[in-house]
């Protein structure tokens, strides 16, 4: 409803999951007619690089997800940054481990195809657990991106084929780095759904202090900012604002959301814009940036963005809830997750 989505593309086994909506449903599995009509040449479009590529829902504190708008600038420079930081080659292997709900699998999909090597589908919905190690293996990856909690999952595994390792979406350990690292590229790749997937990366050297988030990838500038809007020194701790090729449009419908997160830039040409991360970093004595935590109540969970604030306002829309707190919670064994805690009738329950 919020998309207003014109045509989806389905299959006719989920067409009694799908929810009530006005869009043109093309099911893959019985409109082969329709798709064989379609001409086999590129159409002639008049899109231009500030029009929308694509809409992406994140986390929003009302209990709504809100639409990133990404134009076709923003997926041109992601592509051609990764054609300069990671080299890519026709021929080689890159595994598609995100789901479509998440931005990075837009990550893997430009990789791969920008270079004409090849996308790795993995079968089934689920490529955690045991079956990781061995898709790698199996799949004969090259390149693969991950969230630094299924590290462990390859603990004693050999990939010789894996020559390249990005992980992104929460902080890493610099024990997994120092570990992962060994006979390959570590890289650890740090950016906001509304930077157009990515903004920062560091290469993992032997030896090194931490795990930071790294300096801006081509076209993407960064400053650490105060309250005022007025660069920090080196070593002190500010927000972290983002600009160049690869900002959004802003959020879709939401005009007043965007002029909040999208700011005038004051260091760059007139009309230039800002993103406010709401990260909180600094810059370290070496020139790579480091990341600190949140301003707000986010938290980032095996690579999503969630807004705390949104669960609990789920919880309290449940009959018979009168409070209700969410946390991000580490187990004894290192996993995070989320707990919920809803006060209703004189009881406080954990979910």
């Known amino acids: 409803d919020d998309a207003r989505v014109a045509i989806l ?7 009694e999951r799908l929810p009530s909506h006005t869009s043109r449903a093309i099911f893959l599995d019985l409109d082969g007619a329709v798709i064989a009509r379609q001409r086999e040449q590129a ?4 899109v231009q690089a500030h ?9 929003g504190s009302t209990g709504q ?29 890159v595994l598609q481990f995100a789901r479509l709900s998440f931005d990075a699998s837009v990550w893997e999909m430009l990789m791969a195809l920008h270079a ?14 045991s079956t990781l190690a061995s898709t790698l293996t199996g799949l004969a990856v090259n390149v693969a991106t991950l969230p630094p909690s299924v590290l462990s999952l390859l603990d004693g595994v050999a990939l010789p084929q894996l020559h390249t390792l990005v992980v992104a979406g929460e902080s890493c350990p610099p024990e997994s780095a120092r570990r992962m690292s060994e006979g390959r ?28 988030i790294g300096r801006p990838i081509p076209n993407v500038q960064v400053y650490v900012l105060d309250a005022n809007h007025r660069v920090v020194p080196i070593g002190i701790i500010g927000e972290l604002y983002i600009g160049g090729e690869g900002l959004a449009r802003g959020y ?32 370290r004595a070496d020139g790579e940036l480091e990341f600190l935590g949140r301003i707000d109540h986010q938290v980032k969970l095996r690579g999503f963005r969630i807004e705390l604030g949104e669960i609990e306002s789920v919880l ?19 996993q995070k997750r989320l707990v919920g805690y809803v006060v209703g009738d004189g009881l406080a329950v954990e979910a």
Do not use: W
Request: with cysteine; hydrophobic share 30%.
């Open 116 to 129: 004409g090597a090849t996308l790795c589908l993995p079968d089934g919905e689920d490529v955690g657990g």
């Open 252 to 283: 879709l419908n939401r005009p007043s959301l965007t002029a909040q997160r999208f700011v005038a830039n004051p260091y760059g040409a007139p009309g230039s814009r800002l993103y406010r991360t709401g990260d909180l970093v600094r810059y």
């Open 65 to 93: 997800p809100k639409g990133v708008v990404i134009p076709h600038r923003g997926g041109s420079h992601l592509a051609e940054a990764q054609r300069q930081l990671f080299g890519v080659q026709q021929g080689e292997r």
């Open 185 to 212: 590229r570590f890289i650890n790749a740090y950016g906001p759904t509304e930077a157009s997937v990515c903004a920062t990366m560091s290469l993992y050297q032997e030896g090194q202090s931490g795990m930071p």
């Open 43 to 46: 159409p002639q479009t008049t």
């Open 51 to 59: 029009h929308a590529a694509y809409v992406i829902y994140t986390s």
């Open 9 to 15: 593309l389905t299959h006719s086994a989920v067409e």
């Open 316 to 334: 309290l829309g449940q009959p018979g809830v009168r409070q209700a707190a969410v946390i991000d919670h580490t187990d004894a064994d290192g």
